[in-house]
């Protein structure tokens, strides 16, 4: 498959563990916040997005947390599977919608059965 | 109902020649955006359209321009290509310009 980038920040887990992938940014204007996934050949998909007036936002299996003080966001996903293997990012926007992000580098995450 | 599609999945050219990609957006989609990855600089936004308009662009030369027809496809052309350009070209769409991006799976360009 093709690479999405290279020297990426690599976390492993074993199946069934949880991961914890972290983001930092920068705009304190940013008031939305998207993690994508984005898996070998294939474009970036929509995991769960944040607005900055939450801290915390679950989905089926995964958590956003948002701490606004120190400009973190981190992702959790219970119970990792291999098919969550994949590369993952985080973006922001400043309000002005969906269509102008801004993504982090990504972290690869690998999921040893 | 069908996803973002891009063509062409990969394309070979050479520096100094100019090139042109293709995004058709989900049906009823009417912003398109595009952005450029590549391992050293990652995901960067190239400029989005809506309504046959350009409302933001990034910051990257003016040998990239796009646009987008009546039919809400869009198109991106780069000309005068260098080395640099190599990258996967991936196409977003959303109902609108506040709503969420759906990816295709992109264009790989390389440049030799």
């Known amino acids: 498959g093709e690479s999405v980038g290279l020297h990426l920040p690599t976390l492993s887990v074993q199946e069934g563990d949880n991961s914890i992938i972290n983001c930092a940014y920068s705009?304190?204007?940013?008031?939305?916040f998207i993690w994508y996934k984005q898996e070998s050949g294939k474009g970036p998909q929509f995991i769960i997005d944040i607005r900055s007036n939450m801290d915390k936002r679950q989905g089926q299996r995964v958590t956003v947390l948002l701490n606004k003080t120190v400009k973190h966001l981190s992702l959790q996903i219970a119970a990792t599977q291999p098919g969550d293997s994949a590369v993952y990012f985080c973006a922001e926007t400043d309000g002005s919608g969906y269509s102008t992000l801004t993504f982090g580098k990504g972290t690869m995450l690998l999921v040893s059965p | 109902k069908a996803g973002v599609t891009q063509t062409p999945r990969y394309l070979i050219k050479t520096r100094g020649q100019q090139v042109t990609l293709s995004c058709s957006p989900i049906s009823g989609h009417r912003s398109v955006s595009w952005y450029q990855q590549t391992p050293g600089q990652g995901l960067q936004f190239l400029f989005e359209?809506?309504?046959?308009?350009?409302?933001n662009k990034g910051n990257f030369p003016g040998r990239f321009s796009g646009r987008q027809f009546s039919n809400s496809r869009s198109e991106m052309n780069v000309s005068t290509l260098e080395l640099g350009d190599s990258a996967l070209y991936l196409c977003?769409?959303?109902?609108?310009?506040?709503?969420?991006?759906?990816f295709g799976p992109g264009t790989r360009l390389t440049v030799t």
């Open positions: 977003a769409s959303s109902l609108d310009v506040r709503g969420e991006q759906y």
């Open positions: 359209y809506f309504s046959e308009t350009q409302r």
């Open positions: 705009n304190s204007a940013s008031d939305y």
